[in-house]
């Protein structure tokens, strides 16, 4: 069972690693990935980050059990944030736990994917020039069909 979470707050990597470890059983490989907000060339203030709370945990879930579906994993956590973010703050993370570090690897790989081009967030930069909502890109799409 995925273990899903869409928070305002930050949350401590380390932490949320050692929990997540101690939590799975039958594990002989742990993947994660943390995502930060960037800032290109200096520009960003700010990331502000929406959500429909409920939907959008439920569609996340979603994305998790199709993971746990297609690999043999033994855990999976996302924990992901909304509001404003400065730069160089964690947006998100994916962690996966399987008997082998492929089925790992991979469902970590779709996740973040799937993470990035499905779940329902709305990304709204805030710049000194002003603000732009960030629109989909096709190189996120592209990597959608490898799956």
């Given at each position: 069972?995925?273990?899903?979470?869409?928070?305002?707050?930050?949350?401590?990597?380390?932490?949320?690693?050692?929990?997540?470890?101690?939590?799975?059983?039958?594990?002989?490989?742990?993947?994660?990935?943390?995502?930060?907000?960037?800032?290109?060339?200096?520009?960003?203030?700010?990331?502000?980050?929406?959500?429909?709370?409920?939907?959008?945990?439920?569609?996340?879930?979603?994305?998790?059990?199709?993971?746990?579906?297609?690999?043999?994993?033994?855990?999976?956590?996302?924990?992901?944030?909304?509001?404003?973010?400065?730069?160089?703050?964690?947006?998100?993370?994916?962690?996966?736990?399987?008997?082998?570090?492929a089925d790992a690897f991979a469902a970590?790989?779709?996740?973040?994917?799937?993470?990035?081009?499905?779940?329902?967030?709305?990304?709204?930069?805030?710049?000194?020039?002003?603000k732009a909502w960030v629109a989909a890109?096709?190189?996120?799409?592209?990597?959608?069909?490898?799956?």
């Amino acid at each position: 069972m995925a273990d899903i979470r869409v928070q305002a707050g930050p949350f401590d990597l380390g932490r949320e690693m050692d929990r997540f470890e101690a939590a799975v059983s039958g594990a002989g490989a742990v993947v994660s990935f943390t995502g930060l907000v960037r800032d290109e060339g200096g520009r960003l203030e700010a990331m502000e980050i929406e959500h429909y709370p409920g939907m959008t945990e439920r569609a996340v879930a979603a994305i998790a059990a199709e993971a746990e579906r297609r690999w043999r994993l033994a855990g999976c956590l996302v924990v992901h944030r909304h509001g404003r973010l400065g730069p160089g703050e964690r947006i998100m993370m994916v962690a996966t736990a399987a008997p082998h570090r492929a089925d790992a690897f991979a469902a970590a790989e779709f996740l973040m994917d799937y993470l990035k081009s499905r779940a329902p967030f709305w990304k709204k930069e805030h710049g000194a020039s002003g603000k732009a909502w960030v629109a989909a890109r096709d190189a996120d799409e592209d990597a959608l069909r490898r799956w």
